[in-house]
């Protein structure tokens, strides 16, 4: 056990009381919950400041991590939930893009989608030509999200949440050895057969439920186009809540592909899209 000091401190009565009654709950004493408390507020203090010098451009990612005290993974977490656009190092992607024959689309730098009457559809921010890039000559997976992420990252771009648990579960299931880490993954992932298309065509997570629900069932018509064109093997949901409108579009298709639903790999969801997702390849890539 570290070694512990004593404090000595004065509180209000309530928030005495407030601590005893936590403290009931967990079945632990005043001390104990106290000093709960106080690390979970040093860590929250901790975060906020890493994302306020991130923010600014005072830290590199790397940097925020450790002034955070967590893993540069989980850190990245943070900042796409903080709405903050992360993007790789641009000579970074450039020698990848060298090595893999990328495009400069990948390394084209996106402003963060704002709020107020512009519509940034995929289009626009040439998500589209991104995707159409790395389309497969053959799709055998095909991966459906809601949307493109509304700060401006995208799996595409190599610089968002999916992408880098999606890199984890193709590690986990194949081996690191044997998957690319980074940008050139993306070459990866097409080489086998693995498309990635959203069902609404402009960030959805940042509107109000019906407007969001709205622009997702707008999608399915097109995406039963694109099952019916690309006749995948396999279908992967990304995201519980848009289970229904996939399997709504495979069964306009007339598709017979196998449908694995996962959720959206942000904090205590990653290890499950991880675990969940490298055992279906595993078991795909025996078939």
Known sequence: MSERYQVNIRLDRNLVEEIDRLADEDAIDRSEMARRLLGTGLAARRMRRALDDYRAGNATAWRASKIAGVSLYEMLDHIHDDGIAHDLD????????????????????????????????????????????????KVT???????????????YRANSNLFRAMVEAFQAALGEEGVADGPRFLREFQDRG????????????????????ALVAVGVAALARTIEETQPVHLVAIKATIDDEVRSAAEVAGSDADLLALPFPVRQWRPVFVRDLSAALSRWSTE
């Open 141 to 155: 997976t095909l991966f459906v999200g809601e949307s493109s992420p509304a700060g401006g990252t995208h799996f």
């Open 194 to 213: 693995c498309w990635l298309v959203d069902l609404a065509d402009q960030p959805v997570n940042r509107l109000p439920a019906s407007e969001r629900e």
């Open 90 to 137: 641009p000579a970074v992607l450039a020698r990848v893009g060298d090595l893999t024959g990328a495009t400069r689309a990948v390394h084209e730098e996106t402003a963060p989608y704002g709020s107020g009457s512009t519509v940034y559809t995929d289009a626009a921010t040439a998500v589209d030509a991104l995707r159409a890039q790395f389309r497969p000559t």
